[in-house]
């Protein structure tokens, strides 16, 4: 692993903490944040195995203790909780993400925007499964409350964020390129 491989996972595993410090609490407890959209840009730009490792790394440094989580928390209690689920979907997530987009052979900007788009409503159909089914768990709720808890609130602002993201990686990924920093 070179310098700047380790730089641009750093780089990520900031991004998901300032990202999850940007929160809409809700009476359910599950907050709107921008996590996702760092998910998102993780799996897109680092690839598979570079955005698994900086989201795995964003979940341990959480897990110790650090406060990167939503609303500066942290710890295994948080990952044990009820919205732990959506942490542990992000490595996976990014995963997917990364390697849906590593597989596909796009070369005009329609075609990346289309497999971009549908490469983050995989991604974020696996986060929202692993965070319901956790949240269901762990709750006394039958599984379509914890549904419309858990996932209802958040598909329009989700969608949002994949009509960000989509664009954001785009240009990102060209200036990374052109820059010669990046290199999938």
């Not at 599984?143 to 993201?165: C, Q, R, W």
Request: charged share 10%; net charge positive.
């Amino acid at each position: 692993m070179k310098t700047r491989d380790i730089t641009l996972i750093s780089l990520f595993v900031a991004l998901t903490a300032v990202c999850a410090q940007i929160s809409i609490p809700l009476p359910s407890g599950v907050p709107i944040t921008l996590q996702i959209l760092a998910v998102f840009l993780s799996g897109a730009i680092l690839g598979s195995k570079y955005g698994f490792l900086s989201q795995i790394v964003y979940l341990l440094l959480g897990t110790v203790g650090i406060p990167l989580f939503s609303l500066g928390t942290g710890g295994l209690q948080i990952l044990l909780g009820l919205t732990g689920g959506y942490i542990w979907s992000f490595p996976i997530a990014s995963f997917i993400i990364g390697l849906i987009i590593e597989k596909s052979s796009h070369t005009s900007n329609q075609q990346k925007i289309f497999q971009y788009g549908i490469s983050f409503l995989i991604g974020l159909v696996i986060i929202y499964l692993f965070g319901s089914v956790q949240f269901y768990i762990l709750s006394n709720m039958t599984y379509i409350d914890t549904i419309k808890v858990t996932i209802l609130p958040f598909i329009i602002p989700d969608l949002i964020k994949i009509a960000i993201s989509v664009p954001l990686v785009i240009k990102i990924k060209s200036s990374l390129l052109k820059s010669n920093l990046l290199y999938i």
